[in-house]
């Protein structure tokens, strides 16, 4: 089953998230589930996610985070695979985000500045995006380079022009220390 549950009468979506028989209502806006990403890619601590809560918060942090972790990060049956061979990463909310904001607008005519919208909803536009620079990059990131004909060559460069950063660098290191180191 996908993300968005079609056959709602109200076509409103998950809200709340079921720890231990307990339903909490977190903030399921797709701006929230960007932060969810960010936060994870920055490896913050688990209690740092609990402004995900709108009300009350789980007194067991990890059970609290993992029932975030499910929403937030929930499998579809699609894609089955990226076309990477090796696993590598081809996609990032952060990393992407000018061309999210420029694919939704191209695709959808849907301004995320302005926009409103549940994060289910968010990421099945995403997954849906057709024909735009967005598009073009995933492409790039997951193409395999084993093969050298003239336009996987092409391919390549393209792939290697548009790679994501894995780490910092030992400057912005210092810099993320030094910030943390305030607080």
């Not at 499910?70 to 996609?91: A, I, L, M, Q």
């Not at 390549?156 to 607080?183: C, G, M, P, V």
Request: with cysteine; hydrophobic share 35%; proline share 2%.
């Amino acid at each position: 089953m996908g993300l968005i549950d079609l056959t709602k009468v109200e076509s409103k979506q998950a809200q709340c998230v079921l720890i231990d028989g307990v339903s909490y209502e977190i903030q399921t806006s797709f701006r929230y589930g960007l932060m969810f990403y960010r936060l994870m890619a920055e490896k913050k601590y688990m209690s740092e996610f609990m402004f995900l809560y709108k009300f009350e918060k789980p007194k067991d942090l990890v059970k609290g985070f993992e029932a975030l972790y499910d929403f937030y990060c929930k499998k579809t049956e699609f894609p089955k695979e990226t076309g990477s061979n090796d696993g590598e990463k081809v996609f990032d909310y952060t990393a992407d985000s000018d061309l999210i904001y420029s694919a939704f607008l191209q695709c959808y005519g849907i301004n995320l500045l302005n926009a409103d919208m549940h994060w289910y909803e968010f990421r099945a536009l995403v997954a849906g995006l057709k024909d735009c620079k967005l598009t073009d990059v995933i492409g790039y990131r997951s193409f395999n380079p084993y093969d050298r004909t003239k336009y996987e060559t092409t391919m390549t460069r393209l792939r290697e022009a548009w790679s994501l950063d894995d780490e910092l660098t030992d400057d912005e290191q210092d810099k993320l220390d030094a910030f943390n180191a305030l607080f």
